[in-house]
């Protein structure tokens, strides 16, 4: 089974530009989170999909960051404009319900890495 | 809300020797617990998961963790450490039940020296 592909795997930008990342989940994954990961400190949760609705957003910096999954398939992660501490791995992850227990069981991609300048 | 505390913040280890790298979580309720493994410039691999049933979890490359209720802790165990398993390692949280989302711990560094 192909993994959660991420791109571009880095992005170097100044501040107050624009990026933006994709990611491509597991196949038939209902579920897909886009996670950030400040370096030295676990990830930390952006936003989470149900197919193509919002289940979380609650910690997205909302007057910078945005997130699509229009179709219930791919998405995107923007951020414009970008501000020094937005220097990260951006992690996306997709997940199915554990046959027994219910529980989602998280897969993730390889990650892009944003450095602002 | 569930919270997870690792901690050490890094653990350096001699190659062959057994490790242990400890984990408490915070939560009221039922839980499943999760750790991740990171090598550099990758993603978060799944190592192994509690879920339900025996508390004491087998994953993979040898790992395992054992669920203690009492102590609300997950802490994860090799026998024998390889320079492969230099990496970061992940304990996760997530409530039982609902959508909530697992709660990530910040992190150790597992540095295994020839």
């Known amino acids: 089974e192909a993994g959660v592909a991420q791109s571009p795997r880095y992005k170097i930008i100044e501040k107050r530009q624009s990026v933006a990342f994709w990611c491509n989940p597991i196949?038939?994954?209902?579920?897909l989170y886009w996670y950030q990961q400040i370096l030295g400190q676990g990830p930390k949760l952006l936003i989470q999909?149900?197919?193509?609705?919002?289940?979380?957003d609650s910690q997205l910096p909302k007057d910078r960051f945005s997130a699509e999954r229009l179709k219930g398939v791919d998405s995107t992660l923007k951020i414009q404009p970008a501000k020094l501490e937005d220097s990260a791995v951006y992690l996306c992850?997709?997940?199915?319900?554990?046959?027994?227990?219910?529980?989602?069981?998280?897969?993730f991609g390889a990650g892009s890495r944003l450095t602002v300048l | 809300a569930q919270s997870v505390t690792q901690l050490d913040s890094q653990v350096p280890v001699f190659e062959e020797a057994p490790v242990e790298l400890r984990c408490n979580y915070s939560?009221?309720?039922?839980?499943?617990l999760f750790w991740y493994v990171q090598y550099p410039n990758q993603g978060l691999q799944l190592l192994l998961k509690?879920?339900?049933?025996?508390?004491l979890v087998k994953g993979i490359n040898g790992f395992e963790a054992e669920f203690n209720k009492s102590q609300t802790s997950f802490h994860l165990r090799k026998p024998s450490v390889h320079i492969s398993d230099t990496a970061e390692y992940f304990c996760?949280?997530?409530?039982?039940?609902?959508?909530?989302?697992?709660?990530f711990g910040r992190g150790t560094s597992l540095i295994v020296h020839p």
């Open positions: 992850a997709s997940s199915f319900p554990d046959g027994a227990s219910g529980a989602n069981v998280l897969t």
């Open positions: 196949s038939g994954h209902a579920t």
């Open positions: 999909f149900q197919n193509n609705g919002v289940v979380d």
């Open positions: 939560s009221s309720v039922s839980v499943y």
């Open positions: 509690y879920l339900s049933g025996s508390t």
């Open positions: 996760a949280v997530k409530k039982g039940g609902g959508s909530y989302i697992p709660t």
